[in-house]
């Protein structure tokens, strides 16, 4: 494979996942089940961008640089990725929770629903981490989320547009999958012992 096409790879993975994970928004509108507002709050959507990039870059150098590789010397083969994924939910969930509340639905709901999707997303970062062999597309992938859901506000009724974004976020983790295939390969065989 061309160096151009390897490097393209992992860029088109990691627009591939934001564009995925958030698809619940124009989904949500389309069914009218949700209603969107650009930039709700102007001062946390300018602070955004500068603070969403270094956070999301320290994140992933951290969680799928660091741990995984660590990880991975330390487990059993297939357990690394899954064990990653997790350690990487805890600082997204815990700022989804405290920057992006959710009124009048029950505490347990909001927490059970932001972990299983943050988990999803988080899955989705590690594979692209895997297959790209950095995590600078995760923390691409990661910044453009967090600045995106910083910079729009969602208001919805129903339990249509939670179950759309666990959904989207499912599907952003296996899109990445699918769009690196070829590099994800050798670890898959590792993993099934077939290499």
């Given at each position: 494979m061309p160096k151009a096409e390897t490097n393209a790879?992992?860029?088109?993975?990691?627009?591939?996942?934001?564009?995925?994970?958030?698809?619940?928004?124009?989904?949500?509108?389309?069914?009218?089940?949700?209603r969107i507002d650009l930039f709700p709050r102007p001062a946390l959507a300018a602070?955004?961008?500068?603070?969403?990039?270094?956070?999301?870059y320290l994140h992933e150098a951290a969680i799928r640089g660091k741990l995984y590789g660590?990880?991975?010397?330390?487990?059993?083969?297939?357990?690394?990725?899954?064990?990653?994924?997790l350690a990487g939910t805890v600082v997204p969930f815990a700022l989804r929770l405290a920057v992006l509340p959710v009124p009048a639905v029950p505490f347990f709901l909001v927490a059970g629903h932001a972990l299983v999707v943050e988990f999803a997303l988080s899955l989705g970062l590690t594979w692209l981490a895997l297959g790209s062999g950095s995590a600078r597309p995760g923390a691409w992938a990661l910044a453009a989320l967090w600045v995106l859901r910083l910079s729009l506000g969602v208001r919805f009724h129903g339990g249509a547009v939670p179950l759309l974004e666990l959904l989207a976020?499912?599907?952003?983790?296996?899109?990445?999958?699918?769009?690196?295939?070829?590099?994800?390969?050798p670890h898959r065989d590792r993993v099934l012992g077939a290499g």
């Amino acid at each position: 494979m061309p160096k151009a096409e390897t490097n393209a790879l992992p860029a088109a993975a990691a627009a591939v996942f934001v564009a995925a994970a958030l698809l619940y928004l124009p989904l949500g509108y389309l069914l009218r089940y949700a209603r969107i507002d650009l930039f709700p709050r102007p001062a946390l959507a300018a602070a955004a961008v500068p603070v969403a990039a270094a956070a999301a870059y320290l994140h992933e150098a951290a969680i799928r640089g660091k741990l995984y590789g660590s990880l991975r010397e330390k487990v059993a083969p297939g357990l690394a990725a899954p064990l990653a994924a997790l350690a990487g939910t805890v600082v997204p969930f815990a700022l989804r929770l405290a920057v992006l509340p959710v009124p009048a639905v029950p505490f347990f709901l909001v927490a059970g629903h932001a972990l299983v999707v943050e988990f999803a997303l988080s899955l989705g970062l590690t594979w692209l981490a895997l297959g790209s062999g950095s995590a600078r597309p995760g923390a691409w992938a990661l910044a453009a989320l967090w600045v995106l859901r910083l910079s729009l506000g969602v208001r919805f009724h129903g339990g249509a547009v939670p179950l759309l974004e666990l959904l989207a976020a499912c599907t952003a983790a296996a899109l990445v999958a699918l769009v690196l295939s070829r590099p994800l390969a050798p670890h898959r065989d590792r993993v099934l012992g077939a290499g």
